[in-house]
């Protein structure tokens, strides 16, 4: 079982950041490809980025590159999502997922199997 708990949103105005943390529990969290996704409402999950399970490999999506940066942290077991020049559109609830079997890429949205209750953030214009 993987519990993952997000933290670090809130309010901020356009241009400016917050950074994500998911926390995950369990003993293999080194070996799990991690993501990050937002929802706003009315409109589709979306997924924004991933991490290989070495931090080797990273993937953006294109309405947040050169914006965002995902790390891991091992020691930590804690995913980022260092989230800069913020716009009013990237107002959502975020949320950090994992996945425990290997072999996906970095790219891909689909086989996450555990997700984190999500965080808002707010982006003021």
């Known amino acids: 079982q993987v519990q993952l708990v997000e933290s670090g949103g809130g309010l901020v105005q356009a241009g400016g950041s917050l950074r994500l943390s998911c926390a995950a529990s369990g003993r293999r969290f080194s070996g799990y490809r991690m993501g990050w996704f937002r929802q706003a409402p009315g409109k589709e999950r979306e997924y924004l980025s991933g991490i290989s399970w070495n931090g080797g490999v990273t993937y953006y999506a294109d309405s947040v590159k050169g914006r965002f940066t995902i790390s891991r942290d091992k020691a930590k077991n804690t995913v980022y999502l260092q989230m800069n020049s913020l716009k009013p559109e990237d107002t959502a609830v975020y949320y950090c997922?994992?996945?425990?079997?290997?072999?996906?890429?970095?790219?891909?949205?689909?086989?996450?199997?555990?997700w984190g209750q999500g965080t808002q953030v707010t982006v003021s214009s």
């Open positions: 997922a994992a996945d425990t079997l290997a072999g996906h890429s970095v790219g891909s949205q689909k086989d996450y199997d555990y």
